[in-house]
């Protein structure tokens, strides 16, 4: 029981960081198991996603800051924390998905324009409409940027299970409004995690597109040839 926790009470412990500020041990050990679900998603292989899941399990406790926390200091980032949740019902979609996925494996394929309208129209409605919403039930400041990326981590994890090479960008634009507002929020390891997705991403993209390339090129079957070539007709010669 005292092993226990012992545990217990390091997962909950928080790491003094220079200038006083602290950083939570579940959040670096969450962000952990995202940036190995990211990596799977990039290989595209299965057990991104309940790798995922379980980082997602953790940053939601983080994310209900005081409610949860030992550090009353921080603050509720309610988008954030929903977001986990979405992460987690679309994660056992994707799943199931994958699984299902003729040869074993998804194909990266461009996404239908008709689908990449949607993306936009769902992200730009989604955060005017979440916006009141989350700054009602108290999310920190900016409140759009929290929407933001509640609202553009639902269509890139939607985006992945689908199998849409686009969704790589998607997560560039999340993380380029997510990055200033959990730095400004005290979320530092969350914080510098993204700043390195933002890089990861771009070569994410890079790599489903070559794959995309290459699932496209068509397979040329040469007939036999009606003459072959026989070691006597070089001796004739």
Excluded: C
């Excluded at 409140?143 to 998607?170: P, Q």
């Amino acid at each position: 029981m005292d092993l226990l926790q012992w545990f217990v009470d390091g997962f909950n412990s928080n790491w003094t960081l220079p200038g006083g500020q602290t950083l939570l041990v579940r959040e670096v050990v969450g962000n952990a198991f995202g940036l190995a679900s990211a990596l799977g998603g990039m290989r595209r292989k299965i057990w991104a996603w309940p790798v995922g899941i379980i980082g997602n399990l953790l940053l939601l406790t983080v994310f209900l800051g005081s409610a949860l926390s030992p550090d009353p200091s921080l603050p509720h980032l309610l988008g954030q924390a929903g977001r986990q949740i979405m992460f987690i019902a679309v994660a056992i979609y994707g799943w199931i998905r994958w699984r299902n996925a003729e040869g074993g494996q998804i194909v990266p394929k461009w996404a239908p324009t008709g689908a990449r309208i949607g993306l936009v129209i769902v992200m730009v409605v989604g955060t005017v409409a979440l916006t009141p919403l989350f700054r009602a039930l108290g999310s920190w400041e900016p409140v759009w940027a929290d929407a933001w990326t509640f609202v553009g981590s639902l269509l890139a994890t939607y985006g992945m299970a689908k199998g849409w090479t686009e969704f790589w960008l998607i997560w560039i634009a999340v993380d380029v409004v997510g990055v200033p507002l959990l730095f400004s929020s005290g979320y530092y390891a969350t914080g510098f995690m993204y700043v390195f997705y933002g890089i990861f991403t771009a070569v994410g993209f890079v790599i489903w597109w070559r794959a995309q390339r290459t699932a496209a090129q068509p397979v040329v079957i040469l007939p036999p040839d009606p003459n072959p070539r026989r070691p006597e007709d070089d001796e004739l010669s």
